[in-house]
């Protein structure tokens, strides 16, 4: 079945200590996601690739970078978390095409990021 | 200011009552999106509405766009356990391209 895959489900690290979280797909879609979550809020978007073009969103602390090497793989490198970085991180893709307004994303199952 | 409001926030009701979510704005939408996601998961795409007044229905779930593609809503009839879980919807402002606006979400819980 086509999907959006993330490694690892669960993820503890150390304060300051670098991590990265993974993201793949096999349903071909040109754009891919990284949004944060924390309990029970809506999903805040950190930022996007368009195929290999990086859109960080204005309010995304310089602490968190990404790296889409081909089109089926994400990552997203924070490199010194913060016990405010623990969340909820979701990976979501999706299919745009340019001049259109139709926006389905399709998310994977996440991440959880503890910080110690 | 939130782009999309969503009510209630918080809904905890009986196995087997109807209830109804709402998402509001005063922008225009080109379309709107209904999630629902569980706990410890990523959200799962419900429906997509596009047309003013459109009513799709997904078994026991009716998801209505409004006439002027600015609000909608998610009714949910004999609500199961399993229905439990926060529902957020998301819009395409007209005059934004094509991002996806997250409303803060609706957190259902019904219990048996």
């Known amino acids: 079945d086509a999907m959006v895959i993330q490694n690892p489900r669960y993820q503890v690290t150390q304060f300051g200590k670098p991590v990265t979280l993974s993201c793949s797909q096999t349903?071909?879609?040109?754009?891919m996601y990284w949004y944060q979550q924390k309990s029970s809020q809506a999903p805040k978007l950190l930022f996007h690739?368009?195929?290999?073009?990086?859109?960080n969103e204005a309010d995304t602390p310089d602490n968190f970078q990404s790296r889409r090497p081909n089109t089926s793989f994400c990552f997203l490198d924070i490199r010194s978390p913060g016990l405010g970085d623990a969340a909820m991180y979701l990976c979501?893709?999706?299919?745009?095409?340019?001049?259109?307004?139709?926006?389905?994303?399709?998310f994977g199952p996440g991440t959880r990021l503890t910080v110690l | 200011t939130q782009l999309l409001e969503q009510s209630p926030q918080f809904l905890s009701i009986q196995e087997g009552e109807n209830l109804t979510v709402y998402c509001n704005s005063s922008?225009?939408?080109?379309?709107l999106q209904w999630y629902r996601q569980e706990p410890g998961e990523g959200p799962v795409l419900l429906v997509t509405?596009?047309?003013?007044?459109e009513v799709k229905k997904l078994k026991r779930l009716t998801f209505q766009f409004g006439d002027a593609r600015k609000d909608s809503s998610l009714h949910i009839t004999a609500a199961q356990p399993g229905d439990t879980g926060l529902y957020l919807c998301?819009?395409?402002?007209?005059?934004?391209?094509?991002?996806?606006?997250f409303g803060e979400g609706t957190q259902l819980t019904v219990n048996p």
């Open positions: 998301a819009g395409v402002e007209e005059t934004s391209g094509s991002r996806l606006t």
């Open positions: 922008s225009v939408f080109s379309s």
């Open positions: 690739y368009y195929d290999k073009d990086f859109n």
């Open positions: 349903l071909n879609h040109n754009v």
């Open positions: 979501a893709t999706s299919t745009e095409i340019a001049g259109s307004s139709y926006n389905e994303q399709f």
């Open positions: 509405v596009v047309t003013g007044g």
